[in-house]
């Protein structure tokens, strides 16, 4: 049974398209038109409720949410390296940093574009200054999050970093956080999800 990828151009979907890459597993992409509110229709919404995009159909299976459908591939997909065994001490961290894009980035995210304080005791991620030192600490000296061993953590971080920086542009100065998106963009698989994403079809 063929993979399926619910997918838009230049969305937080290209993150699963850079994984499918890095894996190597045949896929299929199925566009959602979010522009033309194709991810409100009763269809999508029975593949993901929220009706955002990414979401991924795996025979009976329906994931959705970038970090889930991460862990859910990695380890589907053993052999391709990208996510720590459960014997591994490292998977701790790994699982860290998939939790943390939805627990930490995107609230940050949204506190820097809607320019809020709260107490930071009480924001579950902070602020958005800790995340963003948090992560240029975690970036450096690398090669990737876990040291020298690339996991699909990095395509999580990895692209949230390149939207925080290069499209959202709320986050500059940081030179270890550009090395480390410079990395990712120069890995082959990411390349070739850039062009697919690229092809807008
Ligand atoms: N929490 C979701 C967020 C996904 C998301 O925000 N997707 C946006 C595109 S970047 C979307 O589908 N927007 C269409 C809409 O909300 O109508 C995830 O991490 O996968």
């Given at each position: 049974?063929?993979?399926?990828?619910?997918?838009?151009?230049?969305?937080?979907?290209?993150?699963?398209?850079?994984?499918?890459?890095?894996?190597?597993?045949?896929?299929?992409?199925?566009?959602?038109?979010?522009?033309?509110?194709?991810?409100a229709?009763?269809?999508?919404?029975?593949?993901n409720?929220?009706?955002?995009?990414?979401?991924?159909?795996?025979?009976?299976?329906?994931?959705?949410?970038?970090?889930?459908?991460?862990?859910?591939?990695s380890?589907?997909?053993?052999?391709?390296?990208?996510?720590?065994?459960?014997?591994?001490?490292?998977?701790?961290?790994?699982?860290?940093?998939?939790?943390?894009s939805?627990?930490?980035?995107?609230?940050?995210?949204?506190?820097?574009?809607?320019?809020?304080?709260?107490?930071?005791?009480?924001?579950?991620?902070?602020?958005?200054?800790?995340?963003?030192?948090?992560?240029?600490?975690?970036?450096?000296?690398?090669?990737?999050?876990?040291?020298?061993t690339?996991?699909?953590?990095?395509?999580?971080?990895?692209?949230?970093?390149?939207?925080?920086?290069?499209?959202?542009?709320?986050?500059?100065?940081?030179?270890?956080?550009?090395?480390?998106?410079?990395?990712?963009?120069?890995?082959?698989?990411?390349?070739?999800?850039?062009?697919?994403?690229?092809?807008?079809?």
């Amino acid at each position: 049974m063929t993979l399926k990828l619910y997918w838009a151009p230049r969305s937080r979907s290209f993150r699963i398209l850079w994984l499918l890459e890095e894996i190597g597993a045949p896929y299929e992409r199925v566009l959602v038109d979010i522009h033309a509110g194709k991810q409100a229709t009763a269809e999508y919404k029975a593949i993901n409720p929220m009706m955002k995009v990414p979401a991924l159909a795996d025979g009976e299976a329906r994931v959705a949410e970038s970090g889930a459908i991460c862990a859910y591939l990695s380890d589907k997909f053993p052999e391709a390296g990208l996510a720590p065994q459960f014997d591994d001490p490292r998977r701790g961290r790994y699982l860290q940093w998939l939790f943390f894009s939805s627990g930490g980035i995107e609230p940050a995210i949204t506190q820097t574009f809607g320019k809020f304080e709260m107490p930071s005791g009480q924001a579950g991620w902070g602020n958005a200054q800790r995340v963003w030192a948090v992560l240029e600490d975690a970036v450096h000296p690398g090669p990737w999050l876990l040291g020298d061993t690339f996991t699909a953590a990095d395509v999580l971080i990895g692209s949230d970093l390149h939207f925080v920086v290069n499209q959202f542009k709320i986050l500059e100065g940081r030179p270890a956080i550009d090395a480390y998106i410079a990395r990712c963009a120069d890995r082959p698989a990411y390349k070739r999800a850039l062009k697919l994403d690229e092809s807008g079809e």
